[in-house]
């Protein structure tokens, strides 16, 4: 079985601060990582593997930073890697990533299994796996937390539905898998595997240019702006009255803010 | 309802009259894919029209599943100019071919488990543009495009991404949305399709194991300081606790008073915690328990003194006797 796990290289969130002033990220000091939910992802290719046999690749899209996404993912346990890089992908947008990761796993076929992280780390986002699933024409599958091989030459993916509540789903490959971070946690690189990750030959990098995508394929369907705040911390406020009038305007905010759900008041 | 466009005509010549959106094609979409239309559809709706109103054209629901003739005249109320009706679940494949040759300006799907599969799929299908996790929508009044507000950072901040392709396909967290229109003055019209899609069988469930409930993952932790006088009065904070779905932590004091554990300990001795939500009881508070707090979100503090540490701490100040006020909480909780 060969598996195509799509890592992408993101800011870390605890090092992301927000600028009030400017109402932008304020990017210093922000250091980059593999998205954590990718890193899910890989564990959970990785495991497949160990129970089935056959390879795993690490795919990734963007500027030259990212080789270090592939290589973190060789690493971890992840064959091979394959970096699609160029200056115009650097800021591309969901629709060309999704784009040049289908022509990349076109270059790679026969691919049996494409995984993705659930949401990206930042932003939050979560459409690659179904958009990635569109452009290849596969199934897909959203919140699966673990994958086994079936009898029937297919996979058996459990998807998390609810708190302690799993839903199996039987799919026919190829399909895309977006993995949620859950139950498998991902394991620690071996020091021996890290120093083996700059070996040549594991890495292979191509341009955009070279899977035959135009600079049309990768225009940008969404141009990102400013942010927009919530109102500044107020320390010190008090609630007086009595006190089931002082809980029930307590019990309000809490629920305006959606720091409580509704069902709990 | 087309927009009056005389002015702008004049002032952008001819070129304005063929962006004019016809019965036809265009307009905003919002699609039901459960049957029955709840609360956070109907705020979609509502959504959408304040879209269609700027931009100047229909809000069209498409209603999948097996919806009654009654959900057609909620959803006109809440604000949908035509509502279609048609019957199952579509794959992604049924929903490309229906909204190709309908060219959809802007389609809205809730985050609902089947919306979060179909409309980042919906969107690359027909070279649109996307906003996979929206938490509102907006009308750029001089671009005219669909700007979408998307959570980030553990909705510490919304960042605007401005849909640029048609059709601008967005999911949205409807329980952000503001409250749904009823309007009974609204019309509209009601329309069978004729479409019929396949319903899939129901997938078997399984249990799956559960992270417990740690101080250090928790978004909600109520915490009991020695206001709280006896143990009696901390098991309350536990049941509150409970009540709320959050874990229970405590200061020094209540840790030498027993009603802890080391573990449970908060502060820069003990766990440094960064819930979302931080209820503090009888706490007066200290630079121990604030350094350990200082990444929570909301702070409230319940406790007697108006002069107490924690006063100019906490978001939220109730000067009250913590074992009355967390049995008056409870009582609301539970009601």
């Excluded at chain 1, 999704?98 to 932003?123: E, K, S, W």
């Excluded at chain 2, 409309?119 to 929508?137: E, F, V």
């Amino acid at each position: 079985m060969r598996i195509v796990v799509c890592v992408k290289q993101t800011y870390d969130p605890a090092t992301v601060k927000i600028s009030r002033s400017r109402e932008e990220f304020d990017l210093r000091g922000a250091v980059k990582i593999t998205n954590p939910a990718d890193r899910y992802a890989l564990e959970a290719a990785l495991r497949l593997r160990e129970a089935a046999g056959g390879e795993v690749i690490a795919l990734t899209v963007g500027d030259a930073d990212a080789e270090d996404v592939g290589r973190e993912a060789i690493a971890m346990g992840a064959d091979r890697a394959l970096l699609i890089a160029g200056p115009e992908l650097a800021s591309a947008t969901g629709r060309a990533v999704a784009r040049a990761l289908a022509a990349g796993i076109g270059h790679l076929a026969p691919v049996d299994l494409v995984l993705t992280g659930q949401v990206a780390a930042v932003d939050g986002a979560g459409g690659l796996a179904p958009r990635l699933a569109a452009a290849l024409g596969w199934p897909v599958a959203l919140d699966v937390v673990s994958l086994a091989a079936a009898a029937d030459g297919g996979i058996v993916a459990t998807a998390a539905v609810g708190p302690g509540v799993g839903e199996v789903i039987s799919l026919a490959l190829p399909a895309v898998v977006a993995i949620a971070a859950g139950i498998e946690r991902p394991r620690y690189p071996q020091p021996a595997r890290i120093a083996n990750a700059w070996a040549p030959g594991l890495l292979a990098t191509c341009t955009a240019q070279d899977l035959g995508l135009t600079a049309e394929d990768l225009a940008p369907d969404v141009e990102v702006g400013g942010l927009v705040l919530p109102p500044e911390r107020t320390r010190g406020q008090v609630i007086a009255g009595p006190l089931a009038t002082a809980a029930e305007e307590l019990l309000a905010a809490l629920k305006a803010q959606r720091l409580i759900s509704a069902a709990a008041a | 309802m087309s927009l009056d466009l005389s002015y702008y005509e004049a002032l952008m010549g001819a070129a304005a009259a063929g962006e004019q959106p016809t019965a036809e094609t265009g307009g905003v979409w919002v699609v039901a894919l459960a049957g029955r239309l709840d609360d956070g559809l109907l705020r979609l709706i509502g959504k959408g029209r304040v879209l269609a109103d700027a931009l100047g054209a229909y809000v069209y629901l498409l209603m999948a599943g097996d919806a009654g003739a009654a959900d057609g005249e909620r959803a006109i109320k809440a604000g949908a100019d035509r509502v279609l009706v048609a019957g199952g679940m579509p794959a992604l494949a049924d929903l490309v071919e229906f909204f190709r040759p309908r060219g959809p300006q802007v389609v809205l799907f809730p985050a609902t488990r089947s919306g979060r599969a179909l409309g980042p799929g919906l969107a690359q299908a027909l070279n649109g543009s996307l906003c996979g996790h929206a938490a509102d929508l907006e009308v750029d009044p001089i671009y005219q495009r669909v700007v979408a507000h998307q959570p980030v950072l553990d909705d510490a901040a919304r960042q605007r991404v401005a849909l640029l392709a048609a059709p601008a396909v967005a999911v949205v967290d409807t329980t952000r949305l503001p409250a749904a229109f009823n309007e009974p003055w609204r019309t509209g019209t009601v329309e069978e399709t004729g479409l019929t899609w396949p319903v899939s069988a129901p997938r078997p469930t399984v249990a799956l194991p559960v992270a417990p409930l740690t101080l250090a993952s928790a978004a909600v932790i109520v915490a009991g300081g020695l206001g709280l006088k006896t143990a009696e009065g901390f098991a309350l904070a536990t049941q509150l606790a409970q009540a709320l779905g959050a874990a229970v932590g405590g200061d020094v004091a209540a840790l030498d008073a027993g009603w802890i554990t080391e573990d449970q300990l908060i502060g820069l001795t003990g766990v440094r915690v960064a819930p979302r939500l931080f209820l503090a009881l009888g706490m007066d508070g200290d630079t121990n328990l604030f350094m350990g707090i200082q990444d929570a979100g909301l702070v409230v503090a319940v406790q007697p003194d108006p002069s107490a540490p924690i006063a100019a701490v906490a978001d939220y100040n109730i000067h009250a006797d913590p074992v009355e006020f967390a049995r008056v909480l409870l009582g609301k909780l539970r009601m």
